[in-house]
């Protein structure tokens, strides 16, 4: 996969999916399942088949597959969204969270448009491409998560790498976020880092990021996130 320019309207856009993301779609399998984990989709994201049915966003809708049959819905407001999938707009659904997504008015009009909403489809795609790439290159001693999408940071991300030694991070995609207008790639410690090597860039977390400028402009997007992935892994090592 390859990412395209960003539309202007992207951080608009991401903001609100978020909201739906978060207070919506991942309530809809927790309800049934506990768990909240979501994934890229076609054209969008949402949840793997949980009780014989997919919630998802495709492009600009809501779409509901259940037993053969697909329903789809304009977005219009989180609560409506949440019914939509089958559960009731509860802003404190799951209480554990470190850091949850504050709320926004639940019967606020939403506008997304289908431009921003395939851009951030393209980032979640490209973000579980690599992210996967990245996996396969786990030695016999470390532990590999599999790639999610969790909904409280509404990032893409795997966990990897020995924790009794000191080098298991996560790797993962974001979106972007209050400190980084756009998406990036980023490497995030579990242990403290050491910040006299270069790579560990990023002054807002434990760890390194790549901006989505510098994917965005590469000739090779691929090899430039994955190159930037492994280097993270190997300063661990």
Do not use: C
């Not at 969008?44 to 014989?52: A, I, L, V």
């Not at 919630?55 to 939509?84: K, M, P």
């Not at 990245?134 to 990032?155: K, R």
């Amino acid at each position: 996969m390859r990412v395209r320019p960003l539309p202007d309207d992207f951080q608009f856009a991401r903001d609100q999916l978020h909201q739906i993301a978060f207070y919506a779609i991942a309530p809809a399998r927790y309800a049934v399942e506990e768990k909240m984990g979501l994934q890229a989709t076609p054209e969008g994201f949402g949840t793997p088949e949980y009780d014989g049915r997919v919630s998802r966003v495709e492009r600009n809708l809501l779409v509901h597959e259940q037993g053969g049959n697909v329903a789809t819905q304009t977005i219009t407001t989180v609560r409506s969204a949440a019914e939509f999938f089958g559960v009731g707009y509860d802003a404190g659904w799951f209480t554990d969270f470190r850091d949850p997504l504050p709320a926004m008015d639940p019967d606020g009009p939403l506008k997304v448009g289908e431009a921003p909403a395939l851009a951030l489809a393209d980032w979640f795609g490209f973000g579980f491409e690599v992210l996967e790439q990245l996996a396969g290159h786990g030695g016999d001693d470390d532990d590999v998560s599999a790639a999610q999408l969790w909904p409280e940071h509404f990032d893409a991300a795997i966990e990897m790498g020995s924790q009794d030694r000191g080098r298991r991070a996560v790797y993962g995609a974001s979106p972007g976020d209050p400190e980084h207008l756009e998406p990036y790639l980023y490497v995030s410690g579990w242990s403290e880092v050491d910040r006299s090597n270069p790579f560990w860039n990023d002054r807002h977390f434990n760890g390194a990021s790549l901006p989505f400028t510098t994917i965005l402009e590469a000739d090779d997007q691929n090899r430039v996130a994955l190159d930037f992935l492994l280097t993270g892994y190997q300063a661990l090592h």
